[in-house]
């Protein structure tokens, strides 16, 4: 019987975003996550913007790779994805849209949500600073 070592689980493929934690997922699963609710949205086949490698290197620099670190969450950078594709109307000439057109020009989105999430974990903070001095004043009571 052999010993494995819990620190190196083994993980889904790359692919399957359904099995996968979100903090474990790579630019290969948001473009399969990409890929799969394009279809299942606007009912055509998924094109991104500029080519695969031009995408994989937004969502890299998002997200961060195994070299360098990230400038947003993986879940904010899907709660993008599905708050862009939930306001997108198809067109006949646009039926769809892709990563790289919504990083693009709906840049917007993607900061109303970053002060959301820094908005929300500076209330925790201070509810946790509260929470600290109402302990502090109850030892001293």
Partial sequence: ?????????????????????????????????????????????????????AEKGIIGRLIGTQSKAGTHSKALVKRFIDETFATYKPTP????????????????ELQRLEAEERRKQEGIKQAEKARENYEDIMDWL
């Fill in 93 to 108: 000439k646009y039926p769809g849209t892709s990563f790289g057109f919504m990083y693009t020009y709906r840049k917007n």
């Fill in 1 to 53: 019987m052999t010993n494995r070592n819990n620190s190196t689980r083994k993980l889904p493929p790359a692919k399957d975003w359904q099995a996968r934690n979100i903090d474990d997922w790579n630019t290969t699963t948001f473009h399969a996550y990409l890929s799969d609710k394009h279809e299942e949205m606007f009912g055509c086949t998924y094109a991104p913007f500029r080519g695969w490698q």
